[in-house]
């Protein structure tokens, strides 16, 4: 079965820091998605992306939080000044269609900020 | 607004007894719903979903889920339970022509031998 990959699997920065987090869609999905996981908690959405646009985002994602497509493969989340309070798995996934069809999902990025 | 709860925090059942987690939604209209499964340090992987159509869904590894409208519940459950299904079970819901999908807080299965 096609794959969403993700890297890297784990990511230790000091706060303040700028992140960026990279995800590679399945190639033929239009729909790409970030989602985060405080440790205990519930998978939270961030953001949705389509047509090279946010099409849909949280409160979470606030303006320290922006995804880019910069080309036909990737996705990324660039957090501009990291906080303690982002230390987080992130995951990335991406669907041919909205909610309609399933979310494939990658296996994460373990964010720590120290 | 969309709403998941997952009342149990975690569950324990012995190996081949019968599971079933609960899962309570809220939403206006039809909802899409999904149960997802997260092993350790795993991603998070699609047991099933419903989106219409009978309201017993059939998904991987052997378990079912019920959509019960009036109940607004979408309980997962499985006949037999086996040690590698110890895991994180999610239940999500989507909203019809929406771009997210909401998660509830989680069920924690144990299998004890």
């Known amino acids: 079965e096609p794959e969403v990959t993700q890297t890297p699997s784990h990511q230790v920065t000091q706060m303040g820091q700028e992140v960026i987090l990279r995800c590679v869609p399945i190639?033929?999905?239009?729909?790409f998605y970030w989602y985060r996981q405080i440790l205990g908690q519930k998978v939270e959405f961030l953001v949705s992306?389509?047509?090279?646009?946010?099409?849909?985002k949280s409160e979470i994602f606030d303006d320290q939080f922006s995804v880019e497509r910069p080309d036909g493969s990737n996705f990324t989340l660039k957090i501009r000044s990291t906080k303690l309070e982002d230390s987080a798995m992130y995951f990335c996934?991406?669907?041919?269609?909205?909610?309609?069809?399933?979310?494939?999902f990658g296996s994460g990025t373990q964010l720590s900020v120290l | 607004a969309q709403s998941v709860t997952q009342p149990d925090i975690h569950i324990t059942v012995s190996e081949g007894a019968s599971l079933e987690l609960r899962c309570n939604y809220s939403?206006?209209?039809?909802?899409?719903l999904f149960w997802y499964v997260q092993s350790p340090g795993q991603g998070l992987q699609l047991l099933l979903k419903?989106?219409?159509?009978?309201?017993l869904v059939q998904g991987i590894k052997g378990f079912e889920a019920e959509f019960k409208r009036s109940q607004s519940s979408f309980n997962l459950r499985k006949p037999s339970v086996h040690w590698s299904d110890a895991a994180e079970y999610f239940c999500?819901?989507?909203?019809?022509?929406?771009?997210?999908?909401?998660f509830g807080a989680g069920t924690r299965l144990f299998v004890k031998a």
């Open positions: 996934a991406s669907s041919k269609d909205r909610a309609e069809e399933k979310l494939f």
């Open positions: 190639s033929n999905h239009l729909y």
């Open positions: 419903y989106f219409s159509g009978d309201t």
């Open positions: 992306f389509y047509n090279n646009e946010i099409s849909e």
């Open positions: 939403y206006g209209a039809t909802p899409y």
């Open positions: 999500a819901v989507g909203a019809t022509g929406g771009f997210k999908t909401i």
